[in-house]
Nanobody, 121 residues
Framework: QVQLVESGGGLVQAGGSLRLSCAASGRTFSDYAVGWFRQAPGKEREFLAA????????KYAESAKGRFTISGDNTKNTVYLQMNALKPEDKAVYYCAAGDYGVVPRNYYYWGQGTQVAVST
């Protein structure tokens, strides 16, 4: 079993930045792709970005391109999501997940508890 813990969320002003972290234990991230998702109240879980370790490939949702960057250090079993130029619409619970290199939640097997991001105006 893989245990995932997100951290780094909080309340920021519009235009500010946050770096979210996803730390894994139990198994290594090298066995899985890692994705970042977010879910706002009343909305479906939304894909943001994914990382494939074997070739260090990354892909992004259109909504994340240009402002969000996924990166990782597999020796530390940690993946990051750098978020810049945050907007009120970015308010959500952000999740990391381990699984296949896909763009929908069903592609991922293990999930963290989420970290809350709020953006003030």
């Amino acid at each position: 079993q893989v245990q995932l813990v997100e951290s780094g969320g909080g309340l920021v002003q519009a235009g500010g930045s946050l770096r979210l972290s996803c730390a894994a234990s139990g198994r290594t991230f090298s066995d899985y792709a890692v994705g970042w998702f977010r879910q706002a109240p009343g909305k479906e879980r939304e894909f943001l970005a994914a990382l494939n370790w074997s070739a260090y490939l990354v892909k992004y949702a259109e909504s994340a391109k240009g402002r969000f960057t996924i990166s990782g250090d597999n020796t530390k079993n940690t993946v990051y999501l750098q978020m810049n130029a945050l907007k009120p619409e970015d308010k959500a619970v952000y999740y990391c997940a381990a699984g296949d290199y896909g763009v929908v939640p069903r592609n991922y097997y293990y999930w963290g508890q989420g970290t809350q991001v709020a953006v003030s105006t």
